[in-house]
């Protein structure tokens, strides 16, 4: 029995609730900082350093728009902050129907380098850190709303258990990922790509 390679990542529980590599062996899904990030339009690379005892990985997922995409589209009230502001960004149904996504922990926050886009975050070194591969109801107009300060702690702090934050935020742009949901060219491609929702925006110093 052959499995697509969403089945694999999902049975081998290898993968993070924001981000997982992609890697499918037996190994922890980490990259080397040094990695560049890929050339394909919307992807990223892995955080270019991490601090002892953490080990930067590599999103798989490519990043289309900000939406309506497989039924969601993913906004911000405000795309200006300084660091230390709230950051509010919310997921929302676009259809008229009852809408499935993946659990709200399979995001990412981006930084875009001058080499290209790189996720701010890192998974504690040899841990393998898993997500729930569930599908959640949304009604019409109904979705996911993430609000918390845009600092090193706040980032940390939303999420999973095991993974930190590489590197110091500091101001410039970023971009925040979603990546829990199915769309009609993952289906047509057999799942070999995933694809995800981003917005950008730009945060300044204090």
């Not at 993070?16 to 899904?29: I, V």
């Not at 309506?68 to 993913?74: K, M, V, W, Y």
């Not at 399979?106 to 729930?132: C, L, N, P, T």
Request: charged residues 20%; proline residues 7%.
């Amino acid at each position: 029995m052959q499995f697509t390679r969403r089945e694999v990542l999902s049975l081998s529980a290898v993968g993070t609730g924001l981000a997982a590599a992609g890697c499918l062996g037996s190994e922890p899904p980490t990259a080397s900082g040094n990695t560049p990030p890929s050339t394909e339009e919307g992807s990223a690379g892995p955080a270019k350093s991490c601090p002892s005892g953490y080990e930067p990985f590599e999103p798989w997922y490519v990043v289309e728009s900000s939406g309506p995409l497989g039924g969601f589209d993913l906004t911000m009230d405000q795309r200006g902050l300084t660091l230390g502001d709230t950051f509010r960004c919310e997921l929302r149904n676009t259809t008229l129907t009852q809408q499935s996504s993946g659990i709200k922990s399979k995001f990412d926050v981006q930084y875009e380098h001058e080499d290209g886009w790189r996720s701010v975050y890192g998974a504690k070194s040899g841990e393998m850190v898993a997500f729930i591969d569930v599908a959640i109801g949304h009604p019409p107009r109904s979705g996911f709303t993430w609000e918390f300060p845009f600092t090193k702690a706040g980032l940390e702090d939303i999420a999973n258990d095991g993974i930190g934050v590489c590197g110091p935020i500091k101001s410039g742009t970023y971009r925040f990922v979603y990546w829990g949901i199915t769309t009609e060219r993952e289906e047509e491609e057999n799942f070999e790509t995933d694809y995800a929702l981003g917005v950008p925006f730009t945060v300044l110093d204090e």
